[in-house]
């Protein structure tokens, strides 16, 4: 009997290691199995959403081969032949809703508009300008600002990212951060909440991005078309060697926001360059009122006199005057071309039709 026991007692010895082993193994399978199947659920939930079916929506792909073919057969055709280079493009982060146009042609058309917009601006050109591709564009711009360029490169899910920052930012309102600075200017909690988690596909509001600018501290220059407003919550930020100030810019032509680059680590745009840009779009842009409605930047026109119009008109390059044909009261014969001042209403419309 003992021999008995010695032998079932060594069988042990030698099998019980072997079991314990496969059990690990097998509890380390189930385990990635596990993953991996949240993974796939977590990614069903993206690809399934509404903003992600609208990213996707207008998305060309060109790859191997066939990007060669499409685009030498696309040079024939009068096509762009920059097509051909997204082949060997990096991670595309500029892309808008047509995945065919490459980095540089992109760049060279946010840093065109950003020109066009700020009139007159010498020092635009010195300014790089990154456009984040997600659809909440202007939200993104800030995001960037907030957290940093590298972090939004290496972002694995903007889905889940966009909807933690909205959630995150609202619970600290919630519990009452920097709660006198927003009652200041008449920020709601209610309003931001509702501007915030309400954006959906159009994205937030300038006004909720001013509500932004004043909870995180930060000095945001504003550029919508030919109009700016100074988002800062340092009122004294173009005195202070100190307050950095980070510049957003529409880009009409692609329905898309921009904000100036290399922010990363501290390292932002030169001051100067920055004061500049500023300098010069207060030369030529109108200041918005107020951020209700950005493509409503004139007050009515019974609240302007002639002399406020003609003053708007002059920082925007409108001439307050027209050349017209003069004619003779009682034979109707043209008595030549003469210069004519224009009428309050004639200023008010084109003042207003620059600004959008």
Same mark, same amino acid.
């Given at each position: 009997m003992n021999k008995s026991k010695s032998v079932a007692e060594s069988l042990n010895a030698i099998v019980k290691p072997h079991l314990v082993t496969m059990s690990e193994q097998y509890n380390v399978y189930a385990k990635a199995i596990l993953e991996m199947e949240d993974k796939i659920r977590a990614l069903?939930?993206?690809?399934?959403?509404? +903003?992600?079916?609208?990213? $996707?929506?207008?998305?060309?792909?060109?790859?191997?081969?066939?990007?060669?073919?499409?685009?030498? @057969?696309g040079a024939g055709a009068g096509s762009n032949p920059t097509k051909s280079n997204k082949v060997n493009a990096k991670k595309e982060n500029r892309i808008v809703s047509d995945i065919s146009v490459d980095n540089a042609t992109l760049t060279e058309t946010t840093n065109a508009t950003a020109t066009a917009t700020a009139t007159a601006n010498e020092n635009t050109s010195e300014l790089s300008f990154f456009t984040p591709r997600q659809k909440d564009s202007l939200l993104?711009?800030?995001?960037?600002? @907030?957290?940093?360029?590298?972090? &939004?490169?290496?972002? #694995?899910?903007y889905f889940t990212a966009e909807q933690e920052f909205k959630v995150k930012t609202i619970e600290r309102i919630k519990k009452g951060e920097n709660k006198q600075i927003l009652k200041e200017h008449k920020m709601s909690k209610n309003m931001i909440e !509702?501007?915030?988690?309400?954006?959906?596909? /159009?994205?937030? !509001?300038? #006004?909720?991005?001013?509500? *932004?600018?004043?909870? &995180?501290?930060?000095?945001?220059?504003?550029?919508?078309?030919? %109009?700016? &407003?100074?988002?800062?919550?340092?009122?004294?930020?173009?005195? +202070? @060697?100190? @307050? #950095? $100030? &980070? $510049?957003?810019?529409?880009?009409?032509? %692609?329905?898309?926001?921009?904000?100036?680059? /290399?922010?990363?680590?501290?390292?932002?745009?030169?001051?100067? #360059?920055?004061?500049?840009?500023?300098k010069n779009s207060r030369k030529t842009c109108l200041e918005l009122n107020n *951020?209700?409605?950005?493509?409503?930047?004139?007050?009515?026109?019974? %609240?302007?006199?002639? %002399?406020?119009?003609?003053?708007?008109?002059?920082?925007?390059?409108i001439l307050d005057t027209h050349i017209h044909d003069e004619y003779n009261i009682n034979t109707g014969i043209n008595t030549g071309k003469k210069l004519k001042s224009k009428t309050k209403s004639e200023l008010y419309t084109e003042i207003m039709q620059k600004c959008l």
């Amino acid at each position: 009997m003992n021999k008995s026991k010695s032998v079932a007692e060594s069988l042990n010895a030698i099998v019980k290691p072997h079991l314990v082993t496969m059990s690990e193994q097998y509890n380390v399978y189930a385990k990635a199995i596990l993953e991996m199947e949240d993974k796939i659920r977590a990614l069903k939930q993206i690809m399934l959403s509404q +903003d992600f079916l609208n990213n $996707i929506r207008d998305v060309n792909l060109v790859t191997g081969a066939g990007a060669g073919a499409g685009a030498g @057969a696309g040079a024939g055709a009068g096509s762009n032949p920059t097509k051909s280079n997204k082949v060997n493009a990096k991670k595309e982060n500029r892309i808008v809703s047509d995945i065919s146009v490459d980095n540089a042609t992109l760049t060279e058309t946010t840093n065109a508009t950003a020109t066009a917009t700020a009139t007159a601006n010498e020092n635009t050109s010195e300014l790089s300008f990154f456009t984040p591709r997600q659809k909440d564009s202007l939200l993104w711009c800030f995001n960037i600002i @907030a957290n940093g360029l590298s972090r &939004y490169e290496y972002e #694995k899910n903007y889905f889940t990212a966009e909807q933690e920052f909205k959630v995150k930012t609202i619970e600290r309102i919630k519990k009452g951060e920097n709660k006198q600075i927003l009652k200041e200017h008449k920020m709601s909690k209610n309003m931001i909440e !509702s501007g915030l988690m309400g954006s959906g596909t /159009s994205g937030i !509001s300038p #006004k909720i991005l001013y509500a *932004l600018s004043l909870f &995180y501290n930060v000095n945001i220059f504003y550029v919508y078309k030919n %109009t700016y &407003y100074e988002m800062f919550a340092n009122t004294n930020a173009l005195a +202070d @060697a100190n @307050a #950095k $100030i &980070y $510049i957003i810019v529409f880009n009409p032509e %692609t329905n898309y926001y921009s904000v100036c680059s /290399s922010l990363d680590e501290g390292e932002g745009e030169d001051k100067t #360059k920055i004061l500049e840009y500023i300098k010069n779009s207060r030369k030529t842009c109108l200041e918005l009122n107020n *951020l209700d409605d950005v493509n409503k930047p004139l007050r009515p026109i019974t %609240t302007y006199s002639l %002399t406020d119009l003609v003053n708007i008109a002059a920082k925007m390059n409108i001439l307050d005057t027209h050349i017209h044909d003069e004619y003779n009261i009682n034979t109707g014969i043209n008595t030549g071309k003469k210069l004519k001042s224009k009428t309050k209403s004639e200023l008010y419309t084109e003042i207003m039709q620059k600004c959008l």
